[in-house]
């Protein structure tokens, strides 16, 4: 038995909800979106490259790893986000269904509907009061239908957990809100036009414990209708809450590259390589 | 597969959210062409508003270039004006004359226009948003009143229209745009700069001059450039306090040329030639400003650029 001292292997998740034990080779899951070969580089400065991932349906899969080595770039290539960066380039493809995501004929903003984001800080509309911040992204969209927003609404914050705390002042301005349940609204706001891929880039690290911990029991509920992909700097967060992890890690040139992805159980316990073992176990990064 | 009769779970069914699925994904799709037709016309319209903004500096320009470039000639910069009648007169005076006032109304009004941007970027007492207020208004006041105040009270009690006259009248007419655009980029400092200098003991004037001035630096000094630009063309307050002059001075106590007051004063002239050096003057003048702007734009450029 190898000393691991830093991270409780007992917590993941993979151990403590058996049923998920079948299929549970990344290889033998669906996957919702592909990546192939993505690389991304900003003013003709590479930051990532050769980073080729599938991202699994219905489940959770977190990209871990140092400061520097492009997990958000990753994971902003998902969503065409990079489009919005001047002198950026996304190299290879990413596929979300049968859709792909670069091709010419595709337009971001359809691609985005498909595909929620939920950021670092919590961002919600400080125009716009609760109610009006989670159905946004519907009245963008065009829908007009006030019984469909109405029920979209709900939905999307008992989603998020939140639906008890505001269903009496849902036209409250959403800054009356903690950080926290402002988080969740940025949650359900991402939720309400039903994407198929939510996206979220350290969703957890401006909240306080308590409001980490609502929000990293909710995703486990979420991932049931749709596919997460999470970025985290925290490792016991990846262990509690993936299903998957990929782990990324700079190269000499600073380029970030993908040098492991597999079920977090493995990559906790038994990773492949050598590095990964390393930024694991807490002995860089 | 099972026939939907024996078939306990239908998955589609048994999503509660399929139906509402459907229902976002079917209007979005039918709402995206309407959508692109209005973010065209959006488009369209914007690119319309810009040409509108455009068509009449450019033709101002151009009108200028060709009534005015004949005028041009190494003389016409380096002369002193000829009396009306004798042709091959210059500008040299004029144009010195402009760059001393303006200079010297630059020098007056930063230390002020600066000083008070950040007492009022970090106070937010009564007294300042007065202040603030006293800024706007002046921002609002015809040039030509500063013009009749800066004679009132230079011109009268010297006894005679000066150099120095017209550039505390200008400084004036800058005072609130460089107060404003000062305060505006002071501003813009992130307060966790501002709370790292407090932190480490600073004093809240040391915290706003040697963190908050120096990160605030390309916005304060675009402010003051924009500001000369604007003094530079002003006529009206020249009129009461430098007077112009046809003759050489680079003297700060005597009456001195301006390039506005060459355009002014030949322009409303009958003689040909005396309108022609008035174009000459004017296309020097907008020159003049626009490297100034565009001088301006490249510095901040670079600046902004080291800092990140």
Request: glycine share 18%; charged share 10%.
């Given at each position: 038995m190898t000393e691991r001292p830093l991270i409780s292997v007992r917590g993941t998740r993979a151990l403590n909800n058996p049923d998920r034990l079948q299929a549970r080779r990344l290889e033998d899951r669906e996957a919702v979106a592909v990546l192939d070969d993505v690389g991304v580089s900003f003013g003709g400065v590479p930051a990532v490259g050769g980073v080729t991932l599938r991202v699994p349906q219905h489940s959770i899969l977190a990209l871990i790893g140092p400061?520097?080595?492009?997990k958000t770039t990753v994971l902003r290539a998902i969503n065409r986000m990079?489009?919005?960066?001047?002198?950026s380039r996304v190299t290879g493809s990413v596929t979300l269904g049968d859709l792909d995501v670069y091709g010419p004929r595709t337009d971001p903003v359809v691609l985005r509907s498909r595909i929620g984001m939920v950021f670092q800080r919590p961002n919600?509309?400080?125009?716009?009061?609760i109610y009006q911040n989670v159905i946004s992204g519907l009245r963008f969209a065009g829908v007009r239908r006030k019984a469909l927003l109405d029920e979209a609404a709900e939905s999307a914050l008992i989603s998020a957990g939140l639906w008890e705390e505001v269903r009496h002042r849902l036209?409250?301005?959403?800054?009356?809100?903690s950080g926290g349940q402002q988080q969740r609204v940025c949650i359900a706001r991402a939720l309400a036009v039903e994407p198929e891929v939510l996206l979220m880039d350290e969703p957890t690290s401006a909240l306080d414990p308590a409001a980490t911990l609502r929000i990293e029991q909710l995703l486990t509920e979420l991932s049931e209708r749709v596919s997460i992909v999470i970025v985290t700097h925290n490792m016991q967060q990846a262990a509690r809450v993936s299903e998957y992890c990929a782990f990324l890690l700079p190269d000499e040139d600073r380029v970030g590259r993908l040098i492991e992805v597999g079920d977090t159980e493995t990559i906790f316990t038994t990773p492949s390589d050598g590095r990964t073992d390393d930024y694991i176990t807490g002995r860089f990064g | 597969m099972t026939s939907p009769s024996t078939a306990p779970v239908d998955p589609v069914s048994a999503d509660p959210n399929a139906e509402r699925r459907a229902e976002i994904r079917q209007t979005t799709l039918a709402r995206l062409g309407r959508r692109k037709l209005t973010s065209r016309a959006a488009q369209v319209a914007c690119v319309a508003a810009l040409v509108a903004v455009l068509v009449p500096l450019f033709a101002v320009i151009g009108y200028t270039i060709k009534r005015?470039?004949?005028?041009?000639?190494?003389g016409f910069f380096t002369h002193l004006p000829t009396p009306t009648g004798i042709s091959g007169g210059g500008i040299h005076n004029a144009i010195i004359g402009t760059l001393i006032i303006d200079a010297m109304a630059t020098i007056m009004v930063v230390p002020v226009g600066v000083g008070a941007a950040l007492y009022l970027a970090r106070t937010d007492t009564r007294l300042a948003s007065t202040l603030r207020f006293g800024a706007d208004v002046l921002a609002g006041i015809p040039s030509i009143v500063i013009g009749i105040f800066a004679y009132t009270l230079l011109v009268v009690t010297l006894g005679h229209f000066s150099a120095i006259s017209a550039s505390f009248a200008l400084a004036v007419l800058m005072l609130p745009i460089i107060v404003r655009s000062s305060e505006i980029a002071l501003r813009a400092v992130p307060k966790d700069l501002l709370e790292a200098g407090a932190a480490l003991g600073m004093r809240e004037s040391t915290v706003m001059l040697r963190i908050a001035l120096p990160f605030a630096l390309p916005g304060v000094v675009t402010g003051v450039l924009l500001g000369v630009a604007r003094a530079a063309g002003e006529t009206a307050p020249l009129l009461f306090t430098?007077?112009?002059?046809q003759y050489w001075s680079i003297s700060l106590t005597r009456p001195i040329a301006a390039m506005p007051l060459v355009i002014f004063l030949n322009g409303i002239q009958a003689y040909k030639d005396l309108q022609q050096i008035a174009w000459g003057t004017a296309l020097a003048l907008i020159l003049m400003v626009l490297v100034i702007n565009v001088g301006a734009r490249v510095w901040t450029a670079r600046i902004r650029r080291s800092m990140r």
């Open positions: 400061s520097g080595s492009g990079h489009d919005r960066t001047r002198g919600p509309f400080p125009t716009m009061n036209h409250s301005p959403v800054t009356s809100l | 005015g470039i004949g005028a041009w000639s190494t430098a007077i112009g002059s």
